[in-house]
């Protein structure tokens, strides 16, 4: 069952993860919610994390899984970015890719049946 997520980006500039490579390349709520959607949909950016790694089979294989079906939904806030994400992932991929793409510079502030 999909869990639906409301996630807040409350610096977009600063929204980027620490590995540039990695990171969101997005300016606007909508292009956020594309790369979001795109790192959910696909196991590229998992796969991208992986061979940056010093020794690619110690990542867990459960952090590339994906959710064809996740949808993310972004808008501009005063100043900062919501993003709604529902997916049927488990919230450890989640935090995980949006922490590789967004470094610390996000926030959880709700979460709900999908």
């Known amino acids: 069952m999909p869990?639906?997520?409301y996630i807040r980006l409350p610096d977009p500039a600063n929204a980027r993860g620490p590995d540039p490579t990695l990171a969101f390349r997005a300016h606007g709520a909508h292009a956020f919610a594309e790369e979001l959607q795109h790192a959910l949909r696909t196991d590229v950016l998992f796969q991208r994390w992986r061979q940056a790694l010093d020794d690619p089979d110690d990542a867990d294989p459960a952090l590339g899984a994906t959710d064809p079906e996740a949808r993310v939904h972004g808008h501009m806030d005063d100043l900062h970015v919501d993003?709604?994400?529902?997916?049927?992932?488990?919230?450890?991929v989640l935090r995980q890719r949006l922490d590789l793409l967004a470094g610390k510079h996000w926030e959880l502030r709700d979460v709900a049946a999908g």
């Open 3 to 5: 869990t639906r997520y």
């Open 83 to 92: 993003l709604e994400v529902v997916t049927s992932l488990p919230s450890t």
